[in-house]
């Protein structure tokens, strides 16, 4: 293997560097790669003018990001403040150890590399309420308790999806989930599981339209309004980070990894191009959705994960229950999940066009008397 | 800070209160400098205060030492968004006063200004309502898009690209470029198409139909009572358009529909506003095609304009609504009183009757929906 | 519409304007009311008493042959005896539209309000309110809407003039900075540097001098232009060593040594003065320090004579009221004395040019 050595200590060494260093440095090109997509899908040219076609804006930006000054404000809860950027980072990096990028790039190839991922990946909530807590700022509070309940919510339908796909391989080792899809990705198989995963997996990463705990234009940047320079890149870091383990894990349990639409030995450039595209496809995807859609309510949003989501993940689980259970075949498995798909956006089109059907409305009485 | 009787249930000894909210006067959502100050009992406002006055620059007091001429710079500066309209409310206030009559040329070409300056002033409200609703920019470019078009065509006309200081008492500055007719053209048909696009990404949309619809219902009765004009007023189903209500300069003699809407709410407002640029169009339309050629200044204007003892209180209908002028002339070249009637200033005060009650996130969207100019607001 | 400002040219008696049929209706209506009619282009205009005003309104809302629902705007405005408050209304139901004008003194300026029946009023009359001090009885918040609270004048009063303030602080500005100059010079360091508009202007006045001496001593053209060339690049040397910028008004500057002597000197008399009015040490630092203190500040205004600050210290808006009372004062002794229009104006002009002069001294 070219990357990693036969020297076990070297070894572990280069695997942890693909978390510490590739990770950040794909960072600082995904901001450009988001910035391009999205100046051109608002007919502007985005980054221009530092380096060819503003390459080494990431790099300009993380400069003056690490020479700003750190500021805080007096009144804020110092230790909570502070230490709530490392449990939102942390916990994304360790996350990261999980994920098998190729069948020879990973760090570590957990049994239970699924459950770890999603264990692992939900710790940042608590990071979210901290910095909206610690901040002393009321934004970052309405902030920090928006993010807590968004993301919280938005777990259960994540997982019980992961839990369909797992429940379908028998395993919760992303290795194994990759190398049964040898001939048919899970997608073909767990349409509903996937649009959901998709769905909450957007929520996840509060990105449009579901950037409430963020939202510009109500919160200010909800928990991250009083954080500064390289703090607040930290937070930009672990959003950016999530969003490439969130595409990642999408290709893996649904896309077939490294290995669909070829075979098990595929020649590593084979399965890193593979992966890259896959993954790519969906962070280009995540950054289409971004600023194209318009943000939903909280209580919307909530309605959206406990009144649909939430039964159709059920729903879900259930077909894969009865499939595994009576031996059906597995073309079954695609028709009826298929079927749900489409009651699924049937049910969200007819929802958005026939407004109160089951969204709330804000209905709360005029509580005003005469005087403006 | 108002305490309530509300209580955490399992922790009935807790008392819990609602917090304040400064949202503004420096916020991505008050357009301006504008400052509310929201109670909010969790997510769900319970009160709200409008705060104004940061923008106040005397735009009342100031003309009452300038002379008619110079007043209508002042307009440009009230509503910053439509001058053209403000600058022809005045125009057509001084000439009321004083008898003069614009020539036939001029009143066309007010008319396609002013219905132009309309359609900009709504996609900047589209713009800014689609970041208020969430979308990040795209909209917003969009909208910005079709309205650089026409920007520029005012750039060509007046050499200015936001206060345009061109309309005159009896006339225009100066005569349109020859040009004027093949770019009128050439932009209606860029706004044509500019609208199918905003259309589907913004008025059409799911998540803005959830957002928007039933939001902040107004009855006509209230409207009217709030002082509501234009598109609010039109949303809650009442048939009101100055330009057909009282028909001022030549709008009696263009066919063109007025929008209502039906249940007065947030999404009602949008299509309001959205279908008032297809009739703008078609007024423009219409005024190119009769437009006739001839001088642009009426004769016998003194370069001193002694406007003759008495008042009028002028009133047109800005993109906002109901934009008046209420000028005491005393024979001088100045006004002796002259106050701006904004439309933005009586629907603003309506915001919290509108909001109280609602969600955090539809404050905001309610706030967009008035489309403020602060300018216009403060005065 | 009358202004007291022009009464003479309204000596000639016009017939009253003819009622139109809202002012019928409304004198059929409300009998009992008097109605003036003014004629404006748009709106039939009446005017009514204060007395009458709550009635009116009333009406105005609620009877079903007026039902003005709409209040379109609600203008206050200044005839220097009298307040004047207007209302425009528009009725949706009859599609008729009337102004209202309501009058009230300047020393009791109280209007019912009409906030209760139509709500739209309330930001209006706020508004009326902070910027004329009109007090609308019966609003239930008249908080200044668009300007500070506590303020203390009313900005749109014709008593708050606009220019001549201006002009007032124009000077005050230049005196402060004056003052400035002249307490760098005295304190012995060296005079600010003269920006680069006074050095404009001061090269525009020199180049003026030289060409008009050129001119009037016959020179040529190319001669008059070396003249001319010849006097900036003087300035310019005068600039570099610093001499232009002193002034030659400037009084010559204390030397260091001087100034301590006088400081000394001031000191040992404060504590003498002190000792003998037999104050505790503490006391005494404190007069001391005044005392030195009140020294610098002579330092500073130093050779300012009049210009370093105004003497009383008026401020702005004591200044405007002041203006005003001048001024109502000289127009009621114009008016007493039988004056025609133009006489009037120039009187108080006059009036005006006096009280700014005794003030300037």
């Not at chain 3, 040594?257 to 000394?264: D, F, I, M, R, T």
């Amino acid at each position: 293997m070219f990357l990693l050595a036969d020297n076990v200590w070297l070894d572990a060494f280069l695997r942890m560097a693909i978390v510490a260093v590739l990770v950040p440095v794909g960072v600082i090109l995904l901001t450009w790669v988001e910035r391009k997509v999205i100046g051109r899908l608002q007919q502007r040219l985005g980054p221009m003018h530092v380096g060819p076609y503003g390459l080494l804006q990431g790099l300009a930006d993380t400069i003056k990001l690490m020479t700003k000054e750190d500021v805080r404000p007096d009144s804020a809860d110092r230790p909570t403040f502070e230490l709530a950027v490392f449990v939102i980072v942390v916990p994304v990096f360790m996350a990261a150890v999980a994920i098998p990028f190729t069948s020879d790039i990973f760090v570590r190839n957990m049994a239970l590399g699924l459950f770890y991922f999603l264990a692992v990946s939900s710790l940042g909530i608590v990071g979210f309420v901290m910095a909206g807590w610690g901040s002393d700022n009321k934004y970052a509070l309405l902030g920090g308790v928006r993010a807590g309940a968004q993301l919280i919510s938005y777990e259960i339908p994540l997982i019980l999806s992961a839990v369909a796909v797992a429940m379908l391989g028998q395993s919760l080792s992303l290795y194994t989930l990759v190398e049964l899809q040898d001939n048919t990705p899970f997608i073909a198989y767990q349409p509903l599981a996937f649009v959901i995963f998709v769905i909450a997996g957007l929520a996840e990463l509060y990105r449009q339209p579901f950037d409430i705990p963020v939202a510009e234009s109500e919160v200010v940047g909800g928990p991250t309004v009083e954080y500064s320079g390289i703090r607040w890149s930290m937070f930009q870091m672990a959003e950016f980070v999530s969003l490439v383990l969130i595409s990642a894990l999408a290709s893996l349990i649904f896309l077939g990894g490294w290995i669909w639409p070829f075979s098990a030995d595929n020649a590593t450039w084979l399965q890193i191009a593979l992966m890259a595209t896959k993954t790519s496809a969906f962070i280009l995807f995540f950054m289409w959705m971004r600023v194209t859609v318009p943000r939903l309510r909280i209580d919307q949003l909530m309605a959206l994960c406990w009144q649909i989501l939430l039964p159709f993940a059920f729903l879900q689980i259930i077909i894969n229950g009865l499939v595994l259970v009576y031996d059906w075949p597995t073309w079954t498995l695609t028709i009826l999940s298929g079927a749900a798909t489409i009651a699924m956006g049937t049910l969200i089109y007819y929802v958005s066009r026939r407004s109160g059907v089951l969204y709330q409305t804000s209905g709360a009485a005029q509580r005003v008397g005469s005087v403006l | 800070m108002a305490t309530t009787d509300y209580t955490i249930p399992g922790e009935p000894d807790l008392e819990t209160i609602d917090i304040n909210i400064n949202v503004g006067p420096q916020h991505p959502a008050t357009h301006g400098v504008f400052r509310m100050v929201l109670t909010v009992d969790g997510e769900l406002v319970t009160d709200v205060d409008p705060v104004i006055g940061y923008m106040h620059r005397g735009n009342e007091k100031l003309p009452e030492n300038c002379d008619y001429r110079q007043v209508i710079g002042y307009h440009d500066r009230t509503d910053y968004l439509a001058q053209f309209n403000t600058e022809h409310c005045f125009v057509e206030a001084v000439e009321k006063l004083t008898g003069i009559t614009p020539t036939e040329r001029s009143q066309y070409i007010r008319v396609i200004l002013a219905e132009l300056n309309r359609i900009t002033s709504h996609l900047m409200f589209f713009g800014a309502f689609s970041t208020d609703v969430g979308i990040f920019g795209t909209a917003f470019m969009y909208a910005f898009r079709d309205r650089e078009y026409v920007q520029d065509f005012f750039e060509e006309i007046t050499g200015e690209r936001l206060m345009y200081n061109y309309f005159r008492p009896g006339g225009l500055a100066w005569d349109v470029p020859d040009n004027f007719r093949e770019r009128c053209t050439q932009i209606i048909g860029q706004i044509n198409s500019g609208l199918k696009d905003l259309e589907g990404l913004l008025v059409d949309n799911e998540i803005v139909l959830t957002r928007c619809r039933g939001l902040s219902r107004v009855s006509i009765e209230d409207a009217i009572n709030w002082g509501l004009s234009g598109p609010l007023l039109r949303a809650t189903g009442l048939e009101y358009d100055l330009r057909k209500a009282e028909p001022y300069s030549i709008y009696d003699r263009f066919q063109f529909d007025i929008p209502t809407g039906e249940n007065g709410d947030v999404y009602d407002r949008l299509l309001v506003r959205f279908e008032e640029m297809r009739q703008s169009v078609r007024i423009v339309e219409q005024a190119l095609a009769d437009m006739p050629d001839g001088p642009i200044m009426a004769e016998g204007m003194k370069r001193t304009l002694r406007v003759p003892e008495g008042e009028i209180y002028m009133r047109v209908e800005g993109p906002r609504g109901e934009y008046g002028v209420y000028i005491v002339a005393t024979g001088t070249d100045k006004p002796y009183r002259h106050k701006v009637r904004g439309a933005s200033f009586s629907n603003l005060s309506a915001l919290r009757a509108m909001s109280v009650g609602n969600y955090l996130s539809d404050v905001i969207i309610i706030l967009g929906s008035i489309d403020i100019v602060l300018c216009e607001v403060d005065r | 519409m009358t202004s007291n400002g022009s009464a003479g040219q309204q000596a000639v008696q016009e017939a009253p304007p003819e009622p139109g049929p809202l002012a019928r209706l409304l004198q059929e209506l409300l009998p009992g009311v008097g109605f003036a009619i003014t004629e404006t282009p748009l709106d039939e205009t009446v005017t009514i008493s204060r007395d009458d005003f709550s009635r009116v309104m009333e009406t105005l809302k609620g009877h079903e042959r007026l039902r003005f629902d709409y209040l379109r705007c609600l203008s206050g405005v200044d005839y220097l005896t009298e307040l004047e408050t207007v209302y425009h209304f528009y009725s949706f139901e009859h599609g008729h539209k009337l102004a209202v004008k309501v009058r009230c003194p300047y020393e009791d300026p109280h209007v019912p309000t009409v906030s209760h029946l139509w709500t739209t009023a309330n930001w209006h009359e706020r508004e009326t309110h902070e910027m004329y001090g009109i007090v609308f009885d019966g609003h239930p918040d008249l908080r200044p809407l668009l300007t500070e609270e506590g303020l203390g004048y009313y900005p749109l009063r014709k008593s708050h003039p606009l220019a001549d303030i201006e002009e007032w602080q124009e000077g005050y500005l230049k005196a402060i900075d004056e003052a400035k100059r002249q307490a760098a010079a005295s304190s012995g360091e060296a005079p600010p540097p003269m920006s680069k508009v006074e050095i404009a202007q001061a090269k525009g006045k020199l180049m003026k001098e030289a060409r008009d001496k050129a001119r009037a001593d016959g020179l040529s053209p190319e001669d008059e232009k070396a003249a001319v060339r010849a006097a900036i690049e003087k300035f310019n040397e005068d600039l570099k060593s610093g001499q232009a910028g002193a002034g030659a008004a400037a009084p010559p500057p204390m030397s260091k040594v001087e100034l301590a002597q006088a400081k000394a000197k001031v000191i040992t008399k404060a504590r003498n003065e002190a000792r003998a009015k037999g104050m505790s040490t503490e006391d005494e630092k404190k007069f001391v320090a005044e005392a030195l203190k009140k020294f610098s500040a002579e330092q500073a205004a130093g050779g300012a004579p009049a210009a370093a600050a105004p003497k009383k210290e008026l401020s702005k808006v004591e200044l405007a009221q002041a203006k005003a009372k001048v001024i109502t004062k000289a127009r009621n002794e114009a008016r007493a004395k039988g004056m025609s229009t133009e006489d009037e104006k120039k009187f108080v002009a006059e009036a005006l040019k006096k009280f700014s002069a005794e003030q300037a001294s």
